[in-house]
């Protein structure tokens, strides 16, 4: 599981929906939920909070240009890729912050991805998930 911290700077909610903006360090992510501030108390600007995310949730792309409906884009650069049979593990490091995405391997090789490549990481807002930082990570 993907690990950033963040902080809380915006919460617009209707019905039992919120849409959370959460700083990471110079990016902004958004997180889409079932919770609002009154369901979850923590859902307040200024809250120290965890984005979680899964690794197979996180798609890679090189070289983008256009625009993508996807808010949440981290550029990076790959550290290490660990290449299976079927599937990829590609480490980045993005702005500090270490973060894995699981892809397949023949998207890995069409991609030509290197160590060293500078990427983007995409992740939709739905499989964004927060959890309440108590302990400052």
């Not at 990016?27 to 889409?32: D, K, P």
């Not at 270490?98 to 892809?103: F, G, N, P, Q, T």
């Amino acid at each position: 599981m993907n690990r950033l911290p963040g902080i809380i700077v915006a919460v617009a909610s209707e019905g039992d929906i919120s849409l959370v903006d959460v700083a990471v360090g110079e990016n902004t992510l958004t997180a889409m939920l079932v919770e609002t501030a009154e369901s979850a108390p923590y859902l307040e600007a200024g809250n120290a909070v965890s984005v979680l995310f899964k690794e197979t949730e996180v798609s890679l792309g090189k070289d983008l240009s256009g625009r993508l409906s996807l808010r949440n884009r981290l550029q990076g650069e790959i550290a290490d890729i660990r290449k299976g049979k079927l599937l990829a593990e590609v480490t980045l490091d993005c702005g500090g912050h270490r973060l894995v995405s699981v892809i397949t391997r023949r998207a890995a090789e069409r991609l030509e991805l290197a160590v060293g490549d500078r990427v983007e990481a995409l992740v939709k807002a739905n499989e964004v998930m927060l959890g309440e930082r108590a302990d400052g990570l």
